[in-house]
């Protein structure tokens, strides 16, 4: 295959030894992959800088039998702010780990990478709840994997009445009468309903340039972490 040319973004890191570590770079052509940075932990290794944790970067990787190896790497965005702050490396973290987990090998990984770079970009960069930045990542990414919500206007068990609930578990929107039998439905605005809408057609440039009221935001809020652990399968905060 040879040498193969790619940009990446770091979700993780361990150390090897005393001179090498291990990555996991999120990329846009090859998916999520292994990486060994051989040398990158010596203090005048030209890799030690592109292999850090939430680097993105120019990467030049060579396939091996069980992984790949870097050649060579230059840092494009180190997200330096949120370094320098442990409640947004916190959410950081929170962000690679959910890209991890649903990412792999060989797949097309474009627009994962995409919203997660402007996802940390905003968390490093813009004063905003940093919670709502959560609800928001996880409402748009299920979307991009495949987990997409009827979010018509109308019912979408009768198609005639005025929709006013969120099925968690049927991933649609419902009217009061049918949302009776349906435990999981949860009552939204119709802001809410607008902004889910928002959230996963918008261009992914303004994905997080719009507002809501507080009441809007704490439905969003529920909504994204409720539906987001039924569709994943298990708990996240």
Not at 26 to 46: E, F, H, V, Y
Not at 189 to 213: A, G, H, M, Q, R
């Amino acid at each position: 295959m040879g040498v193969i040319k790619t940009k990446g973004l770091v979700l993780s890191q361990y150390n090897l030894n005393d001179n090498d570590r291990m990555i996991t770079l999120l990329t846009p052509n090859l998916g999520k992959i292994g990486c060994a940075a051989i040398g990158s932990r010596k203090s005048k290794s030209p890799l030690m800088a592109g292999t850090q944790f939430l680097c993105f970067g120019d990467f030049m990787v060579y396939k091996g039998i069980s992984s790949y190896r870097i050649n060579s790497c230059e840092p494009i965005e180190i997200f330096y702010n949120i370094r320098l702050d442990i409640d947004k490396l916190n959410y950081a973290v929170r962000v690679t780990k959910i890209i991890n987990d649903v990412t792999g090998e060989n797949d097309n990984s474009y627009r994962v990478l995409q919203l997660a770079l402007n996802t940390l970009y905003v968390i490093a960069n813009v004063e905003m709840d940093l919670d709502f930045v959560m609800s928001i990542f996880k409402f748009r990414l299920l979307s991009i994997i495949g987990f997409k919500p009827d979010l018509k206007h109308v019912c979408s068990v009768c198609n005639k009445n005025i929709s006013k609930y969120f099925s968690i578990m049927d991933d649609c929107l419902k009217c009061a009468d049918c949302a009776t039998f349906d435990k999981s439905a949860i009552q939204v605005t119709e802001s809410t309903i607008k902004s889910l809408f928002y959230i996963i057609n918008c261009d992914p440039k303004k994905l997080y340039s719009f507002k809501v009221s507080d009441e809007s935001k704490a439905e969003i809020n529920l909504i994204s972490k409720l539906y987001f652990n039924r569709c994943m399968e298990r708990e996240y905060e």
